[in-house]
């Protein structure tokens, strides 16, 4: 298996300008999860995705950031409009929950920039 | 207070030593996990325990549920364990993991 795809690996953008992140889980995989990781805030969960519906969606920051599933093999985060404080590295992780919880597969992520 | 402490924040050695980073929370678990991030970003998910001890190769992770408190040991350290080590957990059935600020391990030859 290729692991968890996440594209693009870099972004940099104008502040107002859209954004979308994509990811493609590991297939099989039921649960999907969005992080954030700054320098200042370490890592932090924006959403996850358990068998495509949102379950946990407090950490999205602002109505600014919408997350979608539309399938089990790709998910999408888009910020818009995008700003400054936004830069951050977005991870995307896949996982198989059974009956308990069970090891994270992360993807690369997405170094985003917005000037 | 963070929900979940790391200590060291820093933490260097010499090749073949033996390392121990812990891990204190202050809620009840379900489940702590320890992840590696490389110095070039990429996060691997080292283990996934509720109890007990699990051991990988050179890596052991260890909780203390009672105590509230984990460590993860690395025994003849190289260079090539050099990474940020995070500790994360999950509580309450939800599968959201609160991270720790990670400790960051310089293992010099």
């Known amino acids: 298996d290729a692991g968890v795809i996440q594209s693009p690996r870099h972004e940099v953008t104008e502040m107002g300008q859209e954004v979308t992140l994509r990811c493609k889980p590991i297939?099989?995989?039921?649960?999907l999860f969005w992080y954030r990781q700054t320098m200042m805030r370490g890592l932090e969960l924006l959403i996850y995705?358990?068998?495509?519906?949102?379950?946990?969606d407090s950490g999205m920051p602002e109505d600014r950031f919408s997350a979608k599933m539309p399938n089990a093999s790709f998910s999408t985060l888009k910020i818009q409009p995008s700003e400054p404080r936004d830069s951050a590295v977005y991870f995307c992780?896949?996982?198989?929950?059974?009956?308990?919880?069970?090891?994270?597969?992360f993807g690369s992520g997405t170094q985003l920039s917005v000037l | 207070k963070n929900e979940v402490e790391q200590s060291p924040q820093n933490l260097t050695a010499q090749e073949g030593e033996f390392i121990t980073i812990n891990c204190s929370y202050s809620?009840?678990?379900?489940?702590l996990h320890w992840l590696q991030q490389h110095p070039g970003g990429g996060i691997v998910s080292l283990f996934m325990?509720?109890?007990g001890k699990k051991k990988h190769g050179r890596l052991i992770a260890t909780i203390n549920i009672q105590e509230k408190h984990s460590s993860l040991h690395i025994t003849a350290s190289h260079p090539r364990d050099s990474a940020v080590y995070i500790c994360?957990?999950?509580?309450?059935?939800?599968?959201?993991?609160?991270f720790g600020k990670g400790t960051k391990l310089t293992v010099n030859p």
């Open positions: 992780a896949s996982s198989s929950r059974g009956k308990g919880f069970e090891k994270l597969f």
């Open positions: 297939s099989g995989h039921n649960s």
């Open positions: 995705f358990n068998n495509n519906v949102p379950i946990d």
């Open positions: 809620v009840g678990i379900s489940a």
């Open positions: 325990l509720s109890s």
């Open positions: 994360a957990v999950s509580r309450g059935g939800s599968e959201k993991l609160v």
